[in-house]
């Protein structure tokens, strides 16, 4: 970004925190559960796909799943990148623009998810267009991941969380956001990610353009 000095980022491995013992299980469950649940899901399909199967092939109790992950659907849908995106909008310098923070930081979202094995991350998105369950655990989802936007956006705007234009713009951004997800499993991952990113933040933060003829 022109003019703008590089924010230290929480990516960096010298200044993440490192987990201790007890979190670098839990974090290895989780990935356990989530593993032999898209690979169950490969194999048989979703609505064949339990929770005593996901127990089993991830070697932990169904009360363990449960614990983790209160429905099927949350396996699918959670992951540990909200908390990070947040840290990540609080580092930028806080004379930068947001909308250059909002790029920035949406971009490495993506760099996040596709870090993920591709194909997990393409079936991911194929299961909230083709699944109605994970597509309305998706938006019932929404307000939580709505409500730590607001507090991120209050603090870079000086206005309060709860206020409408906080709240609105928010909820904007979520709901585009699963837009762009939908639109890119239902053109069959064709298109590039983080350029549909980019397109929905103009769209945000322009409007609808007009189309050319």
């Given at each position: 970004m022109t003019g703008m000095t590089a924010a230290r980022s929480p990516f960096s491995p010298a200044d993440r925190p490192q987990p201790g013992l007890r979190e670098r299980k839990k974090i290895k469950t989780r990935e356990a559960i989530r593993a032999a649940t898209y690979t169950l899901i490969k194999e048989q399909g979703y609505d064949a796909t339990t929770i005593d199967q996901i127990a089993e092939r991830a070697e932990v109790s169904p009360s363990t799943v449960f614990r983790y992950f209160?429905?099927?659907e949350d396996i699918v849908l959670t992951d540990?990148?909200?908390p990070i995106i947040?840290?990540?909008i609080r580092q930028r310098p806080?004379?930068?623009p947001w909308p250059e923070t909002l790029r920035h930081v949406l971009h490495r979202a993506v760099e996040l998810?596709?870090?993920e094995d591709e194909e997990v991350s393409?079936?991911?998105t194929h299961l909230m267009v083709q699944v109605p369950a994970v597509r309305s655990r998706m938006m019932e989802s929404m307000s939580a991941t709505g409500r730590m936007l607001c507090e991120a956006i209050g603090e870079r705007t000086g206005r309060a969380p709860?206020?409408?234009e906080v709240r609105v713009y928010a909820m904007s951004l979520i709901g585009g956001l699963m837009e762009t997800s939908m639109y890119w499993a239902e053109h069959d991952h064709r298109d590039d990610f983080a350029t549909l990113v980019d397109r929905t933040l103009d769209v945000l933060e322009h409007g609808v353009p007009?189309?050319?003829r």
């Open positions: 209160p429905t099927k540990e990148y909200d947040l840290s990540e806080v004379e930068e998810g596709t870090s393409r079936l991911r709860d206020s409408l007009r189309e050319i």
